[in-house]
């Protein structure tokens, strides 16, 4: 997420974009302060969300890059354009049962394929979606 910082008495914005990290010093706090609304500007989405959490904190963790590959290949595609507080548990669930049923579309007869648990956490697999 973007920060407004001091240096040397001088405002500065802290932020990444595309992936780099920037610093851009301002004269007055106001300066910056503009600054930093613009770049906050518009609704929290999936896909801000990720970018700011991928290059922050969450960098750091050992499973990150598997972190951004789910983000990249599964989610983003799909609600990345969402904003978070438009993201409810039943946009969640029919996203889960979307990529099941694609599953056991796509599974037939291939070598590997695997059907999903049907145990998890005290409930079964077509309850979840509706066919239990």
């Known amino acids: 997420m973007p920060t407004l910082r001091w240096r040397l008495g001088k405002p500065f914005v802290d932020y990444r974009q595309a992936g780099r990290r920037h610093r851009r010093t301002f004269a007055t706090r106001e300066a910056a302060e503009a600054f930093l ?5 518009g609704p929290m989405t999936l896909r ?15 499973s990150a890059s598997d972190d951004k ?10 609600m990345g ?6 993201i409810a548990e ?3 669930e029919t996203y889960r049962c979307s990529r099941r ?7 037939g007869g291939r070598r590997g394929s695997r059907s999903p648990p ?4 005290g409930r079964s697999a077509g309850t979840l979606c509706g066919s239990g």
Do not use: F, I, N, Q
């Open 101 to 107: 049923g694609a599953a056991a579309a796509g599974a």
């Open 90 to 92: 039943a946009t969640v």
């Open 48 to 62: 801000r969300w990720a970018r700011a959490y991928t290059d922050g904190p969450g960098s750091l963790k050992a």
């Open 37 to 41: 609304a613009k770049l906050l500007a």
């Open 118 to 121: 049907s145990g998890r956490r």
């Open 81 to 86: 354009d969402m904003p978070l507080d438009e």
């Open 69 to 78: 590959c789910r983000l990249r290949l599964h989610l983003l595609p799909v």
